[in-house]
């Protein structure tokens, strides 16, 4: 038994898709967004269920990873923006200068989102590790 465990290696994870990282840094036209469905999450502060609502912004495909029967997976950067809910229940983005949309709008030059999605826009991507300990695409938002 000795022996055996004498000769034992250790042996590198298999590396699975794509190195993410070699486009880190470079700019990307945003393509288009998503509405994601409502969620209800409790307030910490009331402890009341409150309703949340994002929208996802998406750009243009970067790369591609190819699943074991051979289709192909589109890679794009993403964020979530989170949306405000008026008091007629309807949906909206925060004007407040510190709301995560205002401020990218603001960085775009542009006074609606519609507007981000009009091919000139663009975004630097980031790789973010997600809470499941993958790694991601995003983009800057400020």
């Known amino acids: 038994m ?3 465990l004498d000769e034992l290696e250790p042996v590198e994870p298999a590396r699975r898709g794509v190195d993410l990282s070699t486009f880190e840094g470079k700019r990307y036209k945003l393509e288009d967004v998503e509405e994601m469905p409502e969620m209800q999450f409790p307030d910490p502060k009331t402890g009341q269920k409150r309703t949340v609502k994002n929208m ?4 243009e495909v970067i790369t591609s990873l190819e699943k074991s029967d051979g289709t192909k997976i589109p890679v794009r950067a993403t964020e979530m923006f989170p949306l405000k809910q008026k008091t007629d229940g309807s949906w909206g983005w925060s004007t407040h200068e510190k709301g995560k949309l205002k401020r990218f709008m603001d ?3 542009v006074s609606e989102p519609k507007n981000l999605f009009d091919g000139k826009h ?10 499941d300990g993958n790694n991601y695409l ?3 938002t400020e």
């Open 107 to 109: 960085k775009q030059k």
């Open 122 to 131: 663009t975004a630097i991507v980031r790789l973010r590790e997600g809470s």
């Open 2 to 4: 000795a022996n055996f």
């Open 138 to 140: 995003g983009f800057f």
């Open 56 to 59: 996802r912004v998406r750009t």
